[in-house]
């Protein structure tokens, strides 16, 4: 990294945040995995990195966990550069994704390992051990070996394990990636509950979208080593900066299609074969700067609506594909703009056998892409 800018990072020491990522730069012989990644994460703030297998989430928490080197950039916790510190001197407690527990010893010492290997006083242990496990509820199991447990018991152990200790950071890996979707639900809600009781700077990683809207002060997404986008859930999910993006979140994804911008006779719209919406007009000043007529729309699943049109939506006649009722919405398969799309009713709606149904959409609900930048306009 030049060495201009790590002089001016030094210099801000004292009122740095409790951890900075500057130019992060990760490279394996020829493949660059992280590209000169700038990250500030807040004191006492659940940061959560999100984006799919292999795009470099567990490379970032082990360059800061110190298991990994830097090729290039430096991190900061505290204000202080870290790069030449042992993981033991870095003041985190991680939680892999792939943890392994200790076969041979019962839950209650599997989590006061580290802290018996730092000679902590017998009672300090026991104190610290017990109001982690009543945290993780499980306190009946802490004279159980590992092979007694089922797979979401282990995996609360292994975070019991990190919790223990004095960290100022806690770095997660995919904790709950091997709970079932139930379970998965229940962890999720506890490690909100947890998160509120101790005020520590968290990191998590996770590629589900719901885990990370859902925990996360902050969500950092992430595509092949590079930060796309970072804010709340609801930014995130209302006001996404490129096609990626709003694609990754939101479950089902965000419908896209090709269209055409068209000005004329004081309407504006988007259009493509079988289809025309027109567009709020104020998006005309939006819109002024970009040079071509090619777009990328985008409409979420849930943006459809099956019922009387209000004023100022816009209708349209889309055929029924087929429909899937999944409980407390259904999902009706369709095609616009010559791809297929989703789109989210509530099962109460009267689907029957119709061939085709007509939807409202609020003209505002529509997002518009770059075709070949992907960015949103
Ligand atoms: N030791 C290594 N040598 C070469 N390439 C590596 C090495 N470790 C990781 N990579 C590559 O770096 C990229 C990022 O890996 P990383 O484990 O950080 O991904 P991830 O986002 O954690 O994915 P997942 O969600 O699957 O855990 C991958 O393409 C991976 O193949
Ligand atoms: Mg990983």
Not at 160 to 182: C, H, I, M, Q, Y
Request: glycine share 8%; proline share 5%.
């Amino acid at each position: 990294m030049p060495e201009g800018a790590l002089g001016q990072d030094l210099e801000r020491i004292g009122t740095l945040p409790e951890i900075m990522l500057s130019n992060l730069v990760k490279r394996y012989d020829r493949t660059t995995v992280i590209k000169e990644l700038n990250l500030t994460m807040d004191d006492n703030e659940f940061t959560v990195l999100v984006g799919p297998s292999g795009c470099g989430k567990s490379t970032i928490l082990r360059m800061i966990a110190g298991l990994e080197t830097v090729t290039s950039g430096e991190i900061f916790i505290g204000g202080k550069p870290v790069s030449d510190l042992e993981p033991k001197d870095r003041d985190i407690a991680m939680v892999f994704q792939d943890y392994a527990l200790y076969p041979h010893m019962d839950v209650a010492r599997n989590m006061s390992f580290s802290l018996r290997l730092a000679h902590y006083p017998k009672t300090d242990i026991q104190e610290r051990v017990n109001r982690v496990a009543e945290m993780l509820g499980i306190v009946p199991l802490l004279a159980r070996k590992p092979a007694q447990l089922s797979g979401g018991q282990r995996q609360r152990v292994a975070m019991g394990r990190a919790l223990v200790r004095d960290a100022g950071t806690f770095l997660f890996d995919e904790p709950l990636s091997n709970l079932d979707a139930k379970l998965r639900g229940q962890m999720r809600a506890e490690l909100a509950l947890m998160r509120q009781r101790l005020e520590k700077n968290m990191i998590y990683v996770t590629h589900d979208q719901v885990e990370a809207m859902t925990l996360g002060d902050r969500i950092v997404v992430i595509h092949n080593g590079i930060i796309q986008q970072q804010g709340s859930a609801e930014q995130l999910y209302k006001k996404p900066v490129n096609k990626f993006v709003a694609g990754f979140l939101g479950s089902p994804s965000m419908n896209f299609f090709s269209g055409l911008l068209h000005d004329e006779e004081g309407q504006f719209l988007v259009a493509g074969d079988d289809y025309s919406l027109p567009l709020p007009h104020e998006w005309r000043t939006r819109l002024k700067d970009y040079k071509s007529n090619e777009v990328i729309v985008g409409i979420r699943p849930s943006a459809f609506s099956h019922a009387v049109v209000n004023d100022g939506e816009i209708h349209l006649d889309l055929p029924v594909v087929l429909s899937e009722y999944v409980g407390s919405q259904s999902v009706i398969v369709s095609r616009l703009g010559g791809e297929q799309i989703l789109i989210e009713v509530g099962s109460d709606t009267p689907l029957g056998t119709k061939k085709s149904l007509t939807f409202a959409i609020d003209p505002r609900n529509i997002y518009l892409f770059d075709p070949h930048t992907e960015t949103a306009l």
